[in-house]
């Protein structure tokens, strides 16, 4: 009997321990993968896996011909570590072998002279707090500066990626293009477009050996960084940088305070150029003042003058009032409906004449246009002018656009209605003209101006900006028409030996509006301005330049040199070909 | 009842002397299948065994891989780096300030209005006219800090090359300077068609 108890009793002894054993096993596993899962699994990862952030790089701002205007390059903060900095020194070892001991101070002497900081802030930032782990010693080193410093092994120094903006045209297009601060854009298409710009930091994780080399096949991406879309301007930067060096040269040569040039492309009101005097350079902010960091073009509106005067008169053609042949008698004054004591006068005394339409736009009429302004009620006068833009934003929407200002009929008074007409008591940026001049060179259709083309994202996807509605403020007929009376500006106006390109039909009208000192009265300042469409016959381009103050000049003979430059270069840029047929023969009085 | 002692014979000594005889289970057929054999026991040891060996070589291989592509990606990320530096050069080199900095630098003076040749009727039209002198003359107005420090390209830098031909050079632009008064007043760029080291300019007409 016992014989066959005995295997028995040890078969339940032994089922017994291992059962205990695999309890132990099971409880210590739980334990383990369970209890203290989370803990361990953190501890584990902290020893073995690297949490690196994968930069998303900021987009480009590029010309229409693809130029970069702004980039995104890499920078590189050099730190270091004070906790770990003997100030007996280092041992380097050297390439051939040899070793090299290197004091303190001659390792900062080298930092120093490399990177150009000052030694004694070095030795600071090192010893000021022997327990840190970590101190700033240079922020922002290009690449081959920091190879350099990277190659002097000191054991302490580290380094971090410092993503900074870059703009290699530097003040070409800084108007438009605008910068980026420390706390992100703070101006022009760098804040507008920051949508499609902006490039978003992604982190990944791998894991490494003992000796910290990444191990193959561990890296899991987190979270992928996107990288920024491309901004494609419609701006042609080698023009921009001419009209940029024209306008302030002539700005400079006339003493004016400011200025503005601007070459939109007729058919699709594409800005090619929109140059500011003075303008900022991106890259160094502190060279201007505060009011030019941005587009004036955009921002400061002012009384336009008689540049106005083509809206005027296109309004009337379109409705059939007038045509550029049609008789105006011009007295000498003009009070007919104004409060008793106010006289509209021209720039230049002179008794009754007899002009045409045309000669009212070659002299430059304020007595002829105020004239015209009987033909026409006062609503469809407003109606007009705001067809043609002004009084509301353009359709670039600019960081501080103004939209201006037109007296509404409901409001306006009696002087004014007939003054805006010709430019004075009404405001507007050089946006708003260019854009007029725009549709007055594209038969009577208004395209809405265009600064940004596109937006091309990381994975190749382009889109377009929502431009807007194309109007036909006035009918092909009044635009030609309009054209044709500004020819006359350019071959008989006062200052036609100034903007005369031979060769070449061109539509210009000067503006001399004189500028309110604020106090309600006008001073003895003036803005001047040329503004043009070439070829006259078949617009292409409009050019507008204007210049605030100048103090030479008090004329728009001020601005026609530069005006008639940057139409030559714009002639050049675009190759147009001269034109095949003499200009147009309008009478100017009868 | 009978006392009488009976010898009894002696047992027959069980015969020890003989050798027992070997008796063997013979197995069936079945049973010697089943038995388990040498050969495929020494060939799946043999095969674990080379198959760990090859692990080891793999993760060793796999190990080394890792410092390469290691080294490599880092490799990559430093000459994306040089690249970008590179690129940032040449988007500074090419800006509009410098090339034209460079140009003037060199003797260049802007081109007058272009002319335009009908291929149909042979009629040149266009104002051509007079080089249009110097842009930079009253000196960079649209400033680029990042150009401050960059060098010139000056004509004795880049002559060395060309000493052969500066001779020829300077002759053709003697003269066109006295063939034409405009283009000597126009260049306006103030050189002296004398000046050694100007780049050779083709002698158009």
């Keep these: ?590 | 009842m009978s006392a009488v002692a009976v010898a009894r014979p002696l047992r027959q000594p069980t015969t020890h002397t003989q050798p027992r005889r070997h008796l063997e289970v013979v197995p069936t057929r079945a049973q010697r299948r089943a038995r388990p054999r040498m050969l495929p026991a020494l060939v799946t040891i043999g095969g674990i065994g080379v198959i760990l060996l090859a692990q080891l070589l793999l993760s060793i291989v796999i190990a080394d891989g890792a410092y390469q592509v290691s080294s490599l990606q880092s490799a990559k990320h430093d000459a994306q780096l040089q690249q970008h530096a590179l690129s940032e050069q040449l988007d500074l080199l090419a800006s509009p300030q410098h090339l034209a900095a460079n140009a003037e630098a060199l003797g260049m003076v802007a081109s007058g209005s272009g002319l335009y040749l009908d291929a149909k009727s042979g009629a040149v039209t266009g104002s051509g006219g007079a080089a249009g002198g110097s842009i930079l003359g009253a000196g960079d107005q649209v400033s680029n800090v990042l150009l401050d420090g960059t060098p010139l390209v000056t004509p004795a830098a880049t002559g060395s090359g060309t000493t052969g031909t500066t001779g020829t050079a300077t002759t053709t632009d003697a003269r066109e300077g006295s063939q034409t008064s405009t283009d000597a007043g126009a260049g306006g760029a103030g050189q002296d068609p004398q000046t050694p080291g100007l780049l050779p300019s083709p002698n158009t007409h």
């Design chain 1, 1 to 590: 009997m016992t014989s066959l108890r005995m295997p028995r009793r040890r078969l339940s002894l032994t089922v017994i321990a291992v059962f205990a054993i695999v309890s132990v096993f099971v409880v210590r596993l739980v334990d383990i993968q369970l209890v203290q899962a989370a803990q361990l699994t953190k501890d584990a990862d902290s020893r073995q896996v690297r949490t690196v952030t994968t930069y998303g790089v900021r987009g480009d701002i590029v010309d229409s011909n693809g130029a970069v205007l702004a980039d995104s390059v890499d920078r590189f903060d050099i730190t270091a570590s004070p906790k770990n900095v003997s100030p007996e020194g280092f041992v380097r070892l050297n390439k051939d072998g040899t070793k090299t001991k290197v004091a303190l101070t001659d390792a900062i002497a080298e930092i120093a002279q490399l990177t150009g900081a000052d030694q004694q802030q070095l030795y600071t930032a090192l010893t000021k707090d022997p327990t840190s782990d970590f101190v700033y010693l240079v922020k922002a080193v290009k690449l081959s500066v920091f190879d350099k410093v990277k190659a002097l092994k000191i054991p302490w120094v580290y380094s971090e990626p410092h993503p900074a903006r870059n703009y290699p045209n530097g003040a070409v297009a800084g108007n438009l293009v605008g910068f980026v601060g420390t706390d992100g854009p703070q101006a022009g298409t760098e804040l507008t477009q920051n949508p499609c710009l902006n490039g978003v930091n992604g982190t990944s994780t791998y894991e490494t050996s003992a000796d910290g080399v990444r191990l193959p096949g561990s890296t899991v991406v987190t979270k992928p960084a996107v990288d920024g879309g491309t901004v494609t301007l419609t701006i042609d930067s080698n023009l921009q940088w001419f009209a940029q060096q024209t306008l302030a040269q002539q700005a400079q040569a006339t003493g004016s305070d400011w200025g503005t040039a601007m070459v939109v492309r007729v058919s699709d009101g594409h800005i090619m150029v929109d140059a500011d005097y003075p303008s900022v350079d991106p890259n160094d902010r502190n060279t201007v003042g505060v009011d030019a960091l941005g587009a004036r073009s955009f921002s400061s509106p002012y009384e336009p003058g008689s540049i106005m005067k083509p809206a005027t008169v296109a309004g009337l053609v379109d409705k059939g009032l007038v045509t550029a042949t049609t008789h105006v008698e011009v007295p000498a004054r003009f009070t007919d409906g104004l409060p008793p004591g106010t006289v509209i006068k021209d720039a230049e005394w002179h008794g009754d004449v007899h002009m045409t339409v045309a000669g009212v736009i070659m002299n430059s009429s304020n007595i002829g246009i105020a004239e015209l302004t009987k033909l026409e009620s006062e609503k469809d006068r407003y109606a007009n002018l705001r067809a043609f833009g002004f009084g509301s934003k353009t359709t670039v929407n600019f960081l501080g656009e103004s939209k201006g200002y037109v007296a509404n009929p409901a409001t306006v008074d009696a002087v004014t209605t007939v003054t805006q007409q010709f430019g004075q008591g009404i405001s507007a940026t050089s946006a708003q003209v260019a854009s007029m001049y725009q549709a007055i060179g594209n038969d009577g259709r208004k395209v809405p101006l265009t600064l940004v083309q596109s937006c091309t994202a990381a994975d190749g996807t382009v889109s377009y900006p929502n431009a807007g509605p194309t109007t036909q403020v006035v009918s092909p007929f009044a635009a030609q028409q309009v054209r044709a009376m500004m020819e006359t500006v350019t071959t008989q106006g006062y200052i036609h030996r100034l903007i005369t390109i031979p060769g070449y039909r061109i539509a210009s009208k000067t503006g001399t509006a004189q500028v309110a000192d604020g106090t309600g009265k006008y001073g003895n300042d003036y803005i001047v301005s040329v503004a043009g469409l070439i070829p006259a016959d078949k617009p292409q381009y409009a050019v507008i330049v204007t210049l605030a103050k100048p103090d030479t000049i008090k004329t728009s003979a001020a601005a026609a040199p530069g005006y008639a430059t940057i139409m030559k270069q714009v002639i050049k840029t675009f190759r147009i070909q001269p034109s095949t047929t003499p200009a147009a023969d309008t009478p100017v009085a009868w």
